[in-house]
């Protein structure tokens, strides 16, 4: 995406993509803007399988924090691509799916807490997590037996809302 290319909400994100010109992410700011859109998950993974979708490698390689607090998100799929973060706050947001983070391999630090997930399950390819916060969640269940987070120091998981497994 040249820098005179401005797309400012979902309709031209969507447009933009119609036309199959590439986007490309320079910087946080870029990233903050396009997250604010909330867009599904399979809107990126269809860009990027179309080769629409590409990261400027300087920024993939410096990005190492990431906060995004307070911006009723539900989707963030598109932070997978920051494969070199280390840090990531996502508090008070409305993220229910977890899954994609799995592929941020390097995660010391993650924040989660206050949002609406129900599984976990998707930390357990984090290794390097020393530190996990997912206080007031809707977990639908919670062990910590999660064997491969073997640096975890610190975690807070309560209070959250601990709904009970319902078997079909």
Do not use: C
């Amino acid at each position: 995406m040249k820098h005179n290319q401005i797309i400012r909400s979902k309709k031209d994100l969507l447009k933009h993509f119609g036309s199959s010109k590439q986007l490309e992410i320079l910087d946080l700011e870029q990233m903050k803007s396009l997250l604010r859109m909330d867009i599904p998950p399979e809107v990126w993974e269809d860009a990027s399988n179309r080769n629409l979708l590409s990261f400027n490698q300087e920024f993939v390689q410096r990005t190492k924090q990431f906060i995004f607090l307070k911006r009723g998100i539900q989707y963030f799929h598109l932070l997978s691509f920051l494969t070199n973060l280390t840090e990531l706050y996502l508090s008070s947001n409305k993220i229910s799916d977890i899954f994609s983070i799995s592929k941020l391999k390097n995660l010391k630090i993650l924040d989660l807490g206050s949002n609406r997930i129900e599984d976990i399950s998707g930390l357990q390819s984090l290794s390097d997590l020393a530190h996990l916060f997912l206080s007031y969640n809707k977990l639908t269940s919670f062990t910590l037996s999660l064997p491969n987070l073997v640096e975890l120091q610190k975690y807070r998981i309560f209070p959250s809302f601990i709904i009970p497994h319902q078997p079909n």
